[in-house]
């Protein structure tokens, strides 16, 4: 069983859904007087979970878009280099853009990730991440939306995985250490 893999639960579902219904509000209320539709982009696969539950919690037109952003493959810890597997069909120019992502660790991927949109000449870019690990910062990010900030503990379920496992948990817990060690 996967539930035996976890240590502990940091976030229950319910907890999860609250905090994501009150992100949903707050962006809301913050692109209220925006013209034009919120361009809403998913970083998969880890925000893709969050990525579903927080659009529906936004009251307001939204198109999506997805891109797959890796640093870490199979590994534990990020490798510092950046690449790109699946970009945006669409372009973001003059459009308001709101990446959403699972968790923010090194920053280093968000720190790219945000430059190269900015040179796509959007209206207005802003960050969502579900979680924060401020204290593994090594680049600093802007985080517009964030949900929590977690200790410097390894996190898997709501879509946050370990070699691809445990993203269906519908909760987030601590992987234990004798699981990827």
């Known amino acids: ?3 035996d893999d976890i240590e502990r639960i940091s976030f229950s579902a319910e907890e999860i859904h609250t905090r994501v219904r009150e992100l949903g509000a ?5 692109y209220c007087d925006a013209q034009e539709t919120v361009y809403c982009v998913g970083i998969l696969k880890g925000a893709a979970v969050f990525f579903t539950d927080l659009v529906r919690a936004i ?3 939204v198109d999506f878009d997805f891109m797959i ?3 870490y493959g199979d590994a534990a810890v990020s490798s510092g280099q950046v ?3 699946k970009d945006l069909d669409f372009s973001i120019e003059g459009k308001h853009v709101l990446i959403v992502e699972d968790i923010i660790d090194s920053g280093t991927t968000m720190h790219y990730l945000k430059g190269l949109l900015q040179g ?3 209206k207005s870019i802003r960050l969502c991440a579900f979680l924060s690990k401020p204290s593994r910062r090594v680049t600093p990010v802007k985080i517009d939306y964030l949900g929590y900030e977690v200790p410097d503990e390894f996190l898997v379920g709501y879509g946050l995985d370990y070699a691809e496992k445990y993203r269906n948990l519908p909760y987030i817990g601590v992987l234990r250490h004798s699981v990827y060690e």
Request: hydrophobic share 30%; glycine share 0%; aromatic share 0%.
């Open 1 to 3: 069983m996967m539930s």
């Open 26 to 30: 707050q962006i809301t209320r913050d």
């Open 59 to 61: 009251d307001r037109p």
């Open 69 to 71: 952003v890796s640093s």
């Open 83 to 85: 690449k790109i597997l």
């Open 120 to 122: 796509r000449h959007p």
